[in-house]
């Protein structure tokens, strides 16, 4: 037994090294007039796989030194070795845009309740044509406006026509909820919102809000609120700590905290994929 177990949990440190030394793979996805660009990991294998559209935050995707954003490296690599396809539609770079933190609200050019929606259905569809991806179990994820985004999507009125399956189930990751709360938000589908208590960028009380307003007439909204956890909690290695000239806070100043919180990692880091394997 002992071998067993020995022998399990090497294959598991395999299959990890195996999907995290492969590197992202560059793809484009057709959207209308734009040529959505995205970045997209897969396991190990010739599948079929399910898998992940994920959702990039108001910063974007790349880094300021190239290529993707570490954190979503980290998420795309750790899917990936938990056997998701995973595809990262670059919302912003694909419309000449580096990120939308600091632009003022009234000039800014991709919403997340109009163009991001058409890229994540975009997204599903490219998977869906993929002879390697099992078309129904296509789920969707994001982080902050990326997550807002999945928010706008997963409504009823949201959903697709294009013949094809829906999204499987949604997570979101501290999102604005306050503009869906009074807009009766509820979700299609089953949808997990993780968010921290101490989040003074996009408050937990907007998101409790709304997901208890959605009880009775929504597929399961779950949420989860984590102790003292502010935004970007789920970023490794990210000391807290002040940022300022934020376009759209919780009150005037701009001024917002964030960074990593090891206990809501952790969590995350657990629940996310038992969430997708449903």
């Known amino acids: 037994m002992r071998l067993l177990i020995a022998l399990i949990a090497i294959a598991a440190v395999v299959a990890r090294t195996t999907a995290a ?3 992202a793979e560059q793809i484009d996805l057709g959207q209308g007039e734009t040529k959505l660009h995205a970045t997209l990991f897969k396991p190990a294998g010739t599948g079929p796989f399910p898998a992940v559209v994920a959702m990039h935050d108001c910063d974007g995707l790349t880094a300021r030194t190239g290529g993707i954003a570490p954190w979503y490296q980290d998420w795309g690599e750790r899917l990936a070795a938990s056997g998701f396809a995973v595809v990262f539609p670059d919302s912003f770079a694909s419309r000449g845009i580096a990120q939308q933190c600091h632009i003022p609200a009234r000039t800014r ?3 997340a309740s109009r163009e991001r929606i058409g890229d994540a259905n975009a997204a599903r569809r490219w ?20 997550g807002t985004a999945a928010l706008w999507s997963v409504r009823p009125r949201a959903g697709g026509q294009d013949g094809k399956p829906d999204f499987r189930s949604a997570i979101v990751f501290y999102p604005a909820c306050r503009t869906l ?11 997990l919102v993780l968010v921290g208590a101490a989040d003074d960028w996009t408050p937990a009380h907007d998101c409790q ?8 007439r929504s597929a399961g909204a779950t949420i989860v609120t984590y102790p003292e956890a502010y935004h970007n909690f ?9 940022r300022t000239g934020v376009a759209r806070t919780s009150d ?20 996310v994929p038992v969430w997708l394997a449903r």
């Not at 005037?252 to 629940?271: C, F, Y």
């Open 21 to 23: 030394g492969a590197a």
């Open 109 to 111: 050019a991709v919403r």
């Open 127 to 146: 998977l869906q044509e993929q002879p390697w991806i099992i078309a129904d179990r296509i789920s969707l994820i994001g982080w902050s406006d990326g």
């Open 181 to 191: 709360h009074y807009s009766a938000w509820s979700a299609r589908i089953p949808t």
């Open 209 to 216: 809000q709304m997901v208890a307003g959605a009880r009775g």
């Open 234 to 242: 789920d970023r490794a290695g990210l000391a807290v700590h002040v």
């Open 252 to 271: 005037p100043s701009g001024r917002v905290h964030v960074g990593t919180n090891p206990a809501a990692r952790e969590d995350a880091l657990k629940r």
